[in-house]
């Protein structure tokens, strides 16, 4: 009794053995802060302690009930994010397969086996051997040899076999680990996926606003421009104004009916791509023309030592590190020999009658162990191959990390100097209208020609659509910075490993 305990305390031993390196996240240099957050002008200042609430529904702060209505479509109708969901579920699956290992294997293979041997079977063995006779065979015996005859019958088996490996030294648990660290890597993807396709979906949606508010733009255009065509042919006709002053101020009107149909075109197709996202046929989905947020809103800025939990990618990233690092393990076990412990008990028996009864039982219980002894370096080169691929992994690791820090300062940088372009624009756009109502009442009092009217109209023009263009550019960098800072996400919600 004494030999089981201690052969049980040392199997216990021997399976608390865990071969990989301890594990800890790499380090990564973090700015104490943002170098192109500026002080003021753009609304994005740094978070404050109450800031640090998960935001799942980043789009909100937009104040747009379109917007978020499609957002929540994509939650559940986008079918590439179904396709990343069911990847995840695959991964966690994976864990559970794993897992399985833990404990022993119990199979069992009932079997019935109907048989005849050859009659021309011979055997013969020295002088003085036994005879023996079964259900299914005849042994004759005569001196100096033995003959065996031919014979029929049928056996009836009902093993039960358990197989179980102790867990020596950590090969079973890291590969848990593997497992567990990749599915929570599947998790960050999913998470990643459904980020970014937010975000695409909102500056899909503020495409179509800007085009909707160009339209706006190009309509009251074409309808000043009608009134301004009435009065170059009411001066016209009391020969004041040339023939060739109507035909300019023509071909200006319907220069501008034309760009006006033409931002048909571009609406559509972001009309379709939207669709996609919230996953409806492009056939049976229409947005109705609405209003364009000139402004972006203001939104604190996370600091960006929270920028490694709130970005899935760099979660992901640091998971695989993770995953890569029990690798290492399970290479490392494989110097170690493997102990696999096998019972296997049922019945068998010749006759259905006597197949379940207690005779008709049978045993075997033995451990193995198994150990290569020469293999050429195979082991060697596997533990290279997983310590080149957790190098690799750390090098992912940091590069997502410098690349999420370039995203924020690039997004950052965007909004400060868009901010200033904005208000630049909207100052030229307001002097060009100045200058195109001076340029009419010349115009009306027959100081100047309607060629200064029409140079003022084509400024004033370009200048507003310009205006738009800059503060698209502002509202979808807005987005992008969002996404940049992990939207509404963070680590916390990873599954339990």
């Known amino acids: 009794?004494?030999?089981?305990?201690?052969?049980?305390?040392?199997?216990?031993?021997?399976?608390?053995?865990?071969?990989?390196?301890?594990?800890?996240?790499?380090?990564?240099?973090?700015?104490?802060?943002?170098?192109?957050?500026?002080?003021?002008?753009?609304?994005?200042?740094?978070?404050?302690?109450?800031?640090?609430?998960?935001?799942?529904?980043?789009?909100?702060?937009?104040?747009?009930?379109?917007?978020?209505?499609?957002?929540?479509?994509?939650?559940?109708?986008?079918?590439?994010?179904?396709?990343?969901?069911?990847?995840?579920?695959?991964?966690?699956?994976?864990?559970?397969?794993?897992?399985?290992a833990?404990?022993?294997?119990?199979?069992?293979?009932?079997?019935?086996?109907?048989?005849?041997?050859?009659?021309?079977?011979r055997s013969s063995t020295i002088a003085g051997g036994t005879s023996t006779s079964g259900g299914s065979t005849?042994?004759?015996?005569?001196?100096?040899?033995?003959?065996?005859?031919?014979?029929?019958?049928?056996?009836?088996?009902?093993?039960v076999t358990a197989t179980y490996e102790p867990d020596l030294w950590g090969r079973i648990r890291n590969t848990v680990a593997v497992n567990a660290d990749n599915a929570q890597a599947s998790a960050g993807d999913l998470a990643n996926a459904r980020l970014?396709?937010?975000?695409?979906?909102?500056?899909?949606?503020?495409?179509?606003?800007?085009?909707?508010?160009?339209?706006?733009?190009?309509?009251?255009?074409?309808?000043?421009?009608?009134?301004?065509?009435?009065?170059?042919?009411?001066?016209?006709?009391?020969?004041?104004d040339s023939d060739e002053d109507v035909a300019q101020a023509q071909s200006q009107l319907d220069t501008a009916v034309a760009q006006a149909t033409d931002l048909?075109?571009?609406?559509?197709?972001?009309?379709?791509?939207?669709?996609?996202?919230?996953?409806?046929?492009?056939?049976?989905?229409?947005?109705?023309p609405g209003k364009f947020p000139a402004v972006p809103p203001g939104v604190p800025l996370l600091m960006p030592s929270a920028l490694l939990q709130r970005r899935p990618d760099i979660a992901t990233a640091e998971r695989q590190v993770a995953a890569a690092n029990a690798q290492i393990g399970i290479a490392r076990a494989a110097y170690f020999p493997a102990l696999d412990l096998s019972a296997t008990a049922g019945f068998e028996s010749s006759h259905l009658s006597q197949w379940l009864t207690w005779p008709s039982r049978f045993w075997s219980l033995g451990?193995?162990?198994s150990e290569t002894l020469l293999d050429f370096g195979a082991r060697k080169g596997q533990n290279q191959q997983a310590w080149a691929q957790y190098d690799?992994?750390?090098?992912?690791?940091?590069?997502?990390?410098?690349?999420?820090?370039?995203?924020?300062?690039?997004?950052?940088?965007?909004?400060?100097?868009?901010?200033?372009?904005?208000?630049q624009r909207q100052t030229a756009t307001d002097s060009t209208r100045r200058y195109l109502n001076l340029a009419l009442a010349r115009f009306k009092a027959g100081i100047d020609s309607y060629l200064n009217v029409t140079t003022a109209q084509t400024a004033l023009l370009t200048n507003?659509?310009?205006?738009?263009?800059?503060?698209?550019?502002?509202?979808?960098?807005?987005?992008?910075?969002v996404q940049a800072m992990g939207g509404g996400w963070s680590t916390a919600d990873l599954p339990s490993p």
């Open 264 to 288: 048909a075109t571009a609406r559509a197709q972001y009309e379709h791509a939207v669709a996609v996202l919230v996953g409806q046929m492009p056939s049976g989905f229409s947005l109705a």
């Open 138 to 159: 005849t042994t004759s015996t005569t001196t100096g040899s033995t003959s065996t005859t031919g014979g029929s019958g049928q056996l009836y088996t009902l093993p």
């Open 1 to 100: 009794m004494k030999k089981v305990i201690f052969a049980c305390a040392a199997l216990a031993l021997l399976s608390s053995c865990n071969l990989a390196p301890s594990y800890s996240p790499p380090r990564t240099p973090t700015p104490s802060g943002y170098k192109e957050g500026g002080e003021s002008g753009v609304g994005w200042d740094e978070a404050r302690p109450s800031d640090g609430a998960r935001r799942t529904k980043w789009w909100e702060v937009y104040g747009d009930p379109a917007l978020s209505n499609l957002e929540d479509q994509v939650q559940v109708s986008n079918q590439t994010l179904k396709a990343d969901e069911a990847a995840y579920r695959a991964a966690r699956a994976l864990v559970t397969e794993a897992r399985a």
């Open 196 to 240: 970014t396709l937010q975000a695409d979906l909102a500056q899909d949606y503020f495409q179509i606003r800007a085009l909707d508010e160009e339209k706006r733009i190009l309509d009251a255009t074409v309808t000043a421009y009608r009134q301004d065509l009435n009065v170059v042919l009411e001066l016209f006709r009391s020969g004041i």
């Open 102 to 121: 833990y404990f022993p294997a119990v199979t069992t293979s009932p079997a019935y086996t109907a048989f005849r041997s050859s009659d021309t079977v």
């Open 392 to 423: 690799q992994a750390v090098a992912n690791y940091r590069e997502t990390v410098l690349t999420a820090f370039q995203g924020v300062e690039d997004n950052l940088a965007n909004l400060r100097i868009l901010a200033t372009e904005v208000a």
């Open 464 to 481: 507003e659509e310009n205006l738009v263009q800059t503060q698209l550019r502002q509202i979808t960098a807005s987005v992008a910075l």
């Open 367 to 369: 451990p193995e162990l």
